[in-house]
């Protein structure tokens, strides 16, 4: 059974950089030709993607994010990460990692996800 | 603002039937069979509850399903149950290579 689990600091201060990873358990990314993706959830509010990597390394990434995002794969590791730079309390949210059901397509079917993991942006 | 567009709530009577719509443009949704519908309860990660318009993934529910006219994309619940109760995104793939969803659909069973 696929597993994805969140981690990284559950708090950050305004301006630093936000860093999450996504542990995948029960198949392996490189053997595996899907794409894996970061949602977000702000309290209270709706989901917004952040971006998607493909197992190769190709990333795609939301337009109004793309300058402070930064999506990375390590098959060695088995997970990939999210980096957001210059955050601010618009940030904080509930951060998700995600697997699409469909392989090799960059769909909008996200099948499994992690359990989520809040951030908060505050000093 | 989410550039899909979803009514703010819906409400229905158990075994009713009701339809949630998403609206997008010919860039989005009216453009590619590539649409997904989530179900997501408080506090919980979104599932997935169908795929590429109406597909449902293994394990969801026949009561739902979805299609899609022009530039609008519906979920359809069959047979409403108090466990329907729950928030429902849209999403779309977009023309830009990228990926949108809506604002959210919140779901009370009376």
Known sequence: QLQLQESGPGLVKPSETLSLTCTVSGDSISSSSYYWGWIRQPPGKGLEWIGSIYYTGSTHYNPSLKSRATISVDTSKNHFSLKMSSVTAADTAVYYCARVLEAARLGPDFDYWGQGTLVTVSS | ?110
């Open chain 2, 1 to 110: 603002q989410s550039a899909l567009t979803q009514p703010a709530s819906v409400s229905g009577s158990p075994g009713q039937s009701l339809t949630i719509s998403c609206t997008g443009t010919s860039s989005d949704v009216g453009g590619y069979n590539y649409v997904s519908w989530y179900q997501q309860h408080p506090d919980k990660a979104p599932k997935l509850m169908i795929y590429d318009v109406s597909n449902r993934p293994s394990g969801v529910s026949n009561r739902f399903s979805g299609s899609k006219s022009g530039n609008t994309a519906s979920l359809t619940i069959s047979g409403l149950q108090a466990e329907d109760e729950a928030d429902y995104y849209c999403s779309s793939y977009t023309s830009s290579g990228t990926l949108e969803f809506g604002g959210g659909t919140k779901l009370t069973v009376l």
